[in-house]
């Protein structure tokens, strides 16, 4: 088994949608910097208060506030037997920090799987997209709708839409990624740590990739 991931796409590619799917599977721990912040928000700490006006205009937030809460993250027990990090690195500088913290930590990256979706499709998915408060299953208005609406299937909580995921900083968080996110990939295929998945059928993306990782 590939123990120690990375997933990269651009927002809603479905970075955060398949990590739920291994880590139901395998004994990855599941690393998402946007959720890691979310949380900061909702307890409203000072780091929350400081990412949230960029979050909501959809710029990101600084390298090295995300590098620290993603070591601490990698230190814990539950992370040892593989890691899925979805949504870092999102800069060449946060690729590098990262090495810098898996060195310290004796780690390697094992693979780097990039999930390659027509923008016209991200924007669809992510306007469309809500989310459960309690259990943090996410669902689509168009593709994946709820069996209720506003209801979680799952544990019956209730379902919201981000607010970066309005139109407007939807495609802003298209533009910062290919402007700032694109390198990152370079920089790993570079590597020869990279691994590609282009839009199909979501049961045809999971056993591709379980035949590369499993
Ligand atoms: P996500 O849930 O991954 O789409 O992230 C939501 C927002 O959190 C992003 O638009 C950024 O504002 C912030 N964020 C998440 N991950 C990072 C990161 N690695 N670097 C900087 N900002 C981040």
């Known amino acids: 088994m590939k123990k120690n991931l990375i997933f990269v796409g651009a927002p809603g590619a479905g970075k ?24 900061e928000i909702k307890r409203d700490t000072q780091l929350g ?30 992370c040892q037997e593989g890691f899925i990090l979805d949504g870092y690195p999102r800069t060449v500088h946060q690729a590098e920090l990262l090495d810098a913290v898996l060195t310290k930590l004796g780690k390697e990256l094992d693979r780097v799987v990039l999930f390659q979706v027509p923008d016209e499709v991200l924007l ?72 590609t998945v282009t839009a199909l059928e979501r049961e045809q993306i999971a056993d591709l990739i379980r035949k590369e990782l499993y």
């Open 124 to 195: 669809q998915r992510l306007t469309a997209r809500e989310s459960c408060r309690k259990c943090g299953e996410i669902f689509n208005k168009l593709f994946k709708p709820s069996k209720t609406a506003g209801v979680c299937d799952k544990c019956g909580g209730e379902l919201f839409q981000r607010p970066d995921d309005s139109l407007e900083t939807a495609k802003n968080r298209l533009k910062v990624f290919y402007e700032q996110t694109l390198p990152v990939i370079e920089y790993y295929r570079a590597k020869g740590k990279l691994f």
């Open 49 to 78: 208060r400081s990412a949230a006006g960029l979050m909501k205009a959809g710029k990101l937030v600084p390298d090295e506030v995300v590098a620290a809460m993603v070591e601490s993250r990698l230190a814990q027990k539950d």
């Open 16 to 39: 955060g949608t398949f990590s739920a799917v291994l880590t139901a599977e395998k004994p990855y721990c599941h690393i998402s910097t946007g959720d890691l912040l979310r949380d």
